[in-house]
């Protein structure tokens, strides 16, 4: 539904070109210099607003960074606008501040400008929060969801699910034995660290809303190609797992603020993997997958090779999984 909005509204009101590549972050010239500026947006509503692993401060900074970085640019320079509900506890407002500072300062990048409004009581839900930043891409780097190659593999930094099941365990009280956090964190250090041992790099995306799934399935539709995913090469923490079991959930569709999928050249892909390992953020990191040249009858498919041999589609979500995520 929301890519349906995406594509019959706002593309076609006003879809200008960087809006129509459908990547992370705008990719825009600059007029000298050989280099191009990289521009995100985005907006936070998350419900809790405080949660093991995390808060709306956090997402909100390490959001906004990770799609900046996805771009291959260094991330400068950041926005920062609060809608507040009348009443919102200001001690609140300042533990969320302060894990905005920390978050920035960890990708390092400065929030340079902002905007508050407050809304009556009732409107607002505690507090919305939207960042905006700006980086610049290195001249020569060029990275997209459209560059992806048959032959390429198909990395992620780390466990899939741990955000989003940490969201649902705390919002319906169902305390887990087994301690589950969220994986918000900016990568940017980690991103430029796989493009400094792997060049050949095509892309970078992370798998928020919608999960891995549909992460692969925009990837594969932007380029035209397939992608399989072995299972068994997929890092997923068991207690996570477990959980989506006993949801009725599909890993591959819970949402994730920490971690990346990448698509490298094979032969660069042992680099890269090597790059994210060296991480704090990416000691999970697998090659969990390949790209090969999709169908001309039937176009892009996702496919998930299971543990017993077999195989089945991996689509986009259909629906919202777990509203108010991030």
Not at 2 to 25: C, H, P, T, W
Not at 117 to 132: C, E, L, M, P
Not at 147 to 158: E, F, M, N, Y
Not at 253 to 273: F, H, R, T
Request: with cysteine; charged share 20%.
């Amino acid at each position: 539904m929301m890519k349906r909005i995406i594509d019959q509204v706002f593309y076609e009101a006003y879809g200008s070109d960087e809006l129509l590549e459908g990547n992370d972050a705008a990719n825009l010239p600059l007029p000298q210099d050989g280099q191009r500026l990289a521009y995100s947006t985005d907006s936070f509503v998350v419900t809790p607003q405080f949660f093991p692993g995390g808060d709306i401060g956090r997402l909100a900074i390490c959001g906004t960074v990770n799609d900046v970085a996805t771009s291959g640019a260094v991330p400068k320079y950041l926005s920062c606008g609060f809608i507040l509900e009348e009443g919102f506890p200001v001690a609140d407002l300042k533990r969320i501040c302060a894990s905005m500072a920390a978050a920035a300062a960890e990708a390092g990048v400065r929030i340079v400008t902002g905007d508050t409004k407050v809304v009556n009581r009732g409107h607002g839900d505690g507090v919305y929060i939207n960042t905006s930043g700006v980086g610049f891409i290195p001249a020569g780097v060029r990275l997209g969801g459209e560059l992806c190659q048959p032959g390429d593999k198909v990395l992620l930094t780390g466990t899939l699910g741990d955000h989003g099941i940490t969201i649902m365990s705390c919002r319906e009280s169902l305390g887990f034995t087994a301690a589950i956090e969220s994986d918000a964190a900016p990568l940017n250090h980690l991103i430029a660290a796989v493009l400094e041992a792997a060049p050949a790099t095509r892309c970078f995306r992370d798998p928020t809303r919608g999960g891995l799934s549909s992460t692969l399935n925009e990837l594969a539709s932007q380029s035209n190609v397939d992608i399989l995913v072995h299972e068994e090469a997929v890092p997923v923490k068991p207690a996570v797992q477990g959980a989506c079991e006993l949801l009725g959930y599909d890993v591959y569709q819970v949402a994730n603020e920490g971690k990346m999928v990448c698509v490298v050249a094979a032969d660069q892909a042992d680099a890269a993997l090597a790059a994210m390992r060296a991480s704090k953020y990416g000691a999970d990191a697998a090659i969990i997958g390949e790209v090969s040249a999709a169908v001309p009858e039937r176009g892009p498919r996702v496919t998930l090779r299971t543990a017993f041999g077999g195989t089945r589609i991996l689509d986009m979500l259909v629906g919202e999984q777990l509203p108010r995520i991030c």
